[in-house]
């Protein structure tokens, strides 16, 4: 038994300080990617951007976020998880600061993007960290930790930036990075001690397979996040990037297969859990960004809620997700992780499933019980999909291996959106037209509707019939969209469910340190 010991990693104060820096830095990083969605109409107030240019404030930082991603497993074994982590905090920092003061829409998409990219080198070291200074017997306690940052962050982000930019100002939004990443940075320089640079990768880096990753996934963000607005390949821009998408994928795969220390590594997926685990992170992207991205769409143009009402209302999932955490790392080190798998997906399927129930009159009372168990089940499959998938890789692996994941949950989020986008505005036209089929002057249920209404508009010296022909068609705009969104919860509902299967494919990590190693 003795031979196992040295693989035990050797846990002091030091090294869990240094950790809880790196989940406060990660925590700031991803939550920077929701905190700007439920403001970016004080943003597009404040920089006099259209409504086309806006956008790109998300965008940018998703682009440059994606691709950082998966680089910074080759970046964190040449510079080390130090100077990597303290480079990333700083220039986050300097970049937040500099968001903040943007005079144009040009500037702000610019420092968004530096933003994104630096950012994205903070969240996949905090993973990798980790599974490799923590002892397998301290996993009940860590993974719900990185878990719960990871789904709390972009759940909680449009109710404190609906707070921030309603209570002070847009600005806030960035300033309030600036103090907490500099007590990171500094706290990363002084306390990470995990591993030591290895400047000669340099030598060898692969530039060539650098741009075809940038290509790949860059494109791809763009084409999912402008594709269901631009009528997908109608568009140029949109059509021209996918082909750009397709030829760096080609090379990056073949540069990652033929060089011997390529850009990305991908000899992870050749362990099963971690090909499996990286499928249900890719899965778990789409619910928790889709999910985040649906309550405050339906707030805001059904109900007509600003952002300060709309992050009161979905605080609820994070407050859920608080709580469960300490209860889904007892049940983590309790049963197995395959089960605890199977009761989230099919929690999640069933929060959805309540959602199928809605209409236009749904408020906080309606949505609480949903968002409670959303919020449960997030937490319930977080923490077994990291065990799993990272639990059973080899150390050496490990940097390499958490870009992959993260990676695979980022892109979840973008083609979960996009598919969204697709559907909503497909199915919102097709029940338009439906019910407008319905409403004709044979029916008399549209014409007592329409008596009522212009009666009602007389009364107050407006014109009345055609008012009510204007507030009809209003009100079939309205359930048409509702019905879209019960569309897509649907689908939502059945994704999970039948996942809820996949996740008995998985294999429980070996008990004892040294067995991954084997």
């Not at 449009?158 to 990443?181: D, E, I, K, Q, R």
């Not at 707030?299 to 709309?310: A, E, K, N, Q, V």
């Not at 407008?436 to 029916?443: F, H, I, K, M």
């Not at 019939?465 to 919860?489: E, K, P, Y």
């Amino acid at each position: 038994m003795s031979a196992a010991a040295p693989q035990e990693p050797e846990l002091t104060p030091r090294r869990v300080a240094a950790f809880f820096v790196m989940v406060f830095g990660m925590f700031m990083a991803i939550l920077d990617i929701q905190i700007v969605s439920a403001s970016l109409p004080e943003i597009q107030a404040g920089l006099g951007a259209s409504s086309d240019e806006i956008s790109w404030v998300q965008t940018s930082y998703l682009i440059a976020e994606v691709i950082m991603i998966p680089l910074s497993g080759l970046l964190g074994r040449m510079m080390s998880t130090r100077y990597l982590f303290a480079a990333s905090a700083a220039g986050f920092t300097a970049a937040s600061f500099l968001c903040a003061t943007s005079g144009s829409i040009n500037e702000m998409i610019l420092w968004r993007a530096v933003q994104g990219f630096l950012g994205g080198g903070m969240i996949p070291a905090v993973f990798a960290a980790a599974f490799t200074i923590f002892p397998a017997s301290k996993r009940a306690i860590v993974s719900p930790m990185i878990g719960l940052v990871a789904t709390l962050a972009p759940t909680v982000g449009p109710t404190v930036g609906g707070y921030l930019s309603h209570a002070m100002s847009w600005h806030w939004l960035f300033l309030v990075n600036v103090p907490a990443g500099i007590l990171v940075t500094i706290g990363a320089i002084a306390l990470i001690d995990f591993d030591k640079p290895e400047w000669t990768l340099f030598d060898s880096f692969d530039w060539i397979g650098l741009g075809a990753l940038a290509c790949f996934l860059g494109a791809m963000e763009y084409v999912l996040e402008e594709g269901p607005g631009n009528d997908w390949f109608q568009d140029e821009i949109v059509a021209a990037l996918f082909v750009v998408m397709v030829a760096g994928g080609i090379v990056t795969f073949w540069r990652a297969f033929t060089l011997k220390s390529p850009v990305v590594d991908f000899s992870a997926f050749a362990n099963t859990n971690f090909a499996v685990g990286s499928v249900f992170s890719f899965v778990m992207g789409i619910g928790l960004y889709g999910m985040t991205y649906l309550y405050p769409l339906y707030l805001s143009s059904i109900r007509g809620y600003d952002s300060l009402m709309t992050g009161q209302t979905v605080f609820v999932s994070g407050l859920a997700m608080f709580v469960s955490a300490p209860l889904a790392g007892i049940l983590s080190s309790k049963m197995d992780l395959r089960l605890m798998l199977l009761m989230g997906f099919v929690g999640f399927a069933l929060s959805s499933w309540m959602l199928t129930g809605m209409t236009a009159d749904w408020d906080f009372n309606e949505l609480l019980w949903p968002q409670v168990l959303r919020g449960l089940s997030l937490m319930i499959c977080m923490v077994p999909i990291n065990n799993l998938a990272l639990g059973t890789l080899p150390p050496d692996k490990m940097k390499s291996a958490s870009g992959l994941y993260n990676l695979m949950r980022n892109l979840g989020g973008a083609v979960g959106l996009a598919l969204i986008n697709t559907l909503l505005t497909d199915r919102g036209a097709l029940h338009t037209a439906r019910l407008n089929e319905a409403l004709n002057w044979a029916n008399p249920e549209a014409l007592r509707q329409i008596d009522i209404l212009a009666t009602n508009l007389k009364a107050h010296g407006i014109d009345g019939q055609t008012g009510a022909l204007s507030q009809l068609a209003g009100r079939v705009s309205q359930q048409a969209t509702v019905m879209s969104f019960i569309d897509v919860f649907t689908l939502i509902t059945v994704l999970f469910a039948g996942l809820a299967m996949l996740a008995l494919a998985m294999k429980p990590p070996r008990s004892g340190a040294g067995a991954a190693a084997h």
